[in-house]
Every structure is written in C-alpha cells, then in structure tokens.
C-alpha cells in the first residue's frame, strides 16, 4: 500500500536549519509530483512547495522563496525540504504529499503522511 513517512522535525532556533525527508513507498514514486503543506497551530492547511517527477521544475509559496528548497531522490523514493533562515511563523506540522496523477498532474493530492512538527523558537 502507499505510504508516507516524514522526519527530520524538532525544534530548532531563529535563524536556524532543519532538512525534513519523506520516505515513500507502495507506488512508483518517479512518475508522479510530489507536495510540501504546513498547517501552523491553529490555522488552515498551506501548500508550501510543489516538485515535478523528473525534479527538473519546483515551485514555492512566496513566503518561504529564497529559503526553502524542495528536491527529491528518485532512485531512493524519497522527498526532501531543506529550510534555512527559519522563522517563528515557519512553526507548523509539515506534510508531504502524493499528487492524484500518473505521469502527469492533476493538482490535488491523494496521498499524505502523517506529519513532521518543526518549532522555531527561542
């Protein structure tokens, strides 16, 4: 079956590094796009980043552009967000997920793990 496994959270200080995987396994991870989402405490889910399967093409929420950069190791079937310059606001629960579509996507996601909590604070 399909699975998704985050790690890499904790708790980290302003200014800091944290490198989050997501380990997948059950399909063929190299023919699908794959997605970071946080949900900060209290708030909604936000879509954070978004990878092509070749991992040739990324894309990013305007708030975390210049900081976070998303790849991914297909031979490994493994998804990675490496976030420097964190931020308090960056606390949230992160996500990684599958999109819907085979070789191409469908930009909505069907698969999710179970989350990584990264805490930026002092």
């Known amino acids: 079956q399909v699975q998704l496994v985050e790690s890499g959270g904790g708790l980290v200080h302003p200014g800091g590094s944290l490198r989050l995987s997501c380990a997948t396994s059950?399909?063929?991870?190299?023919?699908?796009?794959m997605y970071w989402v946080r949900q900060a405490p209290g708030k909604g889910l936000e879509w954070v980043s978004t990878?092509?399967?070749?991992?040739?093409?990324?894309y990013y929420h305007d708030s975390v552009k210049g900081r976070f950069t998303i790849s991914r190791d297909n031979a490994k079937n493994t998804l990675y967000l490496q976030m420097n310059s964190l931020k308090s606001e960056d606390t949230a629960v992160y996500y990684c997920?599958?999109?819907?579509?085979?070789?191409?996507?469908?930009?909505?996601?069907?698969?999710w793990g179970k989350g990584a909590l990264v805490t930026v604070s002092s």
């Open positions: 997920a599958r999109d819907y579509g085979l070789d191409a996507p469908i930009y909505g996601m069907d698969y």
């Open positions: 059950g399909f063929t991870f190299s023919r699908y796009w």
């Open positions: 990878i092509h399967n070749d991992g040739g093409t990324s």
